[in-house]
């Protein structure tokens, strides 16, 4: 007589039916979290780029508004617009080609940074080089000069002044690829309490404050070597209220009232998608001096 024994457990049909459904579930699963994922990153990779170029914002309007000068309060009606002028006594002009004299001052000015190469000085006022000066006050020593409306004196009675410098470099880690960088760079004043002493110039190395720029361009300019592309029309110059300028001459400088920016960036999370995701992200503010007038 044959015994039956009671099945305990699943049968193999079962098993595999549960491995079934447990594996669609898994799978499921898996797929959210590599979608919520991929919309994290994309979402990122385009809030990164505003979100640079906002943090970017409230400085350049707080160091365009304590500006005194755009270009170099030491140039001439022929050499305003660049920095540093020729007239200016803290900086001497780089050797001429083909002469072989040690440049005493090539220390001071970045040439290659890790994802920039910096041109040789002067710098000219232009749609990508921003140039303007800040005066400096040294809060131990009381100018009397103040008093009757004049500077404080440097070492040939001009402004003392930090001069600001922001250029806008195609981005050499990026080669090909039409991409720039913006960097910012400080060239010190007399930061010292005795107006007549002549001070050690120095630059701090310039800093990286905003990546991925691909625009406006016109596209019947010069391609920049590196990039690959036109470089970017970024500054433009608010002579008045119905002129602006994008190379101001060293007469206009004098007249500059403010400064428009206008960039495109990269959008990361274009490449990535195949909907109708614009390829850059545009920004554009406007800063003005103190006062902002013509004669200020």
């Known amino acids: ?148 409306g004049q500077p404080p004196a440097s070492s040939n009675g001009k402004w003392d002044v930090d001069t600001y410098v922001y250029k806008v470099l195609a981005d050499k880690n990026k080669p090909g690829k039409g991409q720039f960088v913006l960097q910012k760079t400080i060239f010190k004043g007399n930061h010292s309490s005795n107006p007549s002493f002549v001070p050690p110039i120095a630059s701090n190395n310039p800093q990286t404050v905003m990546t991925g720029i691909v625009g406006p361009v016109d596209p019947n300019a010069a391609t920049d070597p590196i990039a690959n592309t036109p470089p970017p029309l970024v500054f433009s110059y608010l002579i008045d209220a119905d002129h602006r300028v994008g190379k101001p001459t060293a007469l206009e400088t004098a007249n500059i009232r403010g400064v428009s920016v206008t960039v495109e960036l990269f959008n990361n999370d274009a490449s990535a998608r195949k909907d109708y995701t614009p390829s850059t992200l545009a920004i554009c503010s406007e800063f003005f001096k103190r006062g902002n007038g013509a004669s200020d």
């Open 1 to 148: 007589m044959k015994m039956k024994r009671k099945q305990t457990g699943l049968s193999l049909v079962e098993t595999m039916a549960a491995m079934f459904v447990s594996s669609l579930i898994a799978g499921a699963v898996i797929g959210t979290l590599s979608l919520i994922n991929s919309t994290s990153f994309r979402a990122y990779n385009s809030l990164s780029s505003i979100t640079a170029a906002k943090r970017l914002e409230p400085s350049l309007k707080q160091e365009i508004h304590m500006a005194k000068f755009f270009g170099d309060q030491q140039g001439d009606s022929s050499t305003a617009n660049s920095f540093p002028a020729l007239s200016n006594p803290n900086y001497v002009p780089p050797p001429e080609e083909g002469d072989l004299t040690p440049d005493s001052q090539a220390t001071i000015f970045p040439i290659e940074t890790s994802n920039t190469v910096w041109p040789p000085r002067p710098y000219y006022l232009d749609e990508q080089t921003l140039i303007f000066q800040v005066p400096v006050f040294d809060n131990s020593y009381s100018y009397p000069e103040l008093a009757d």
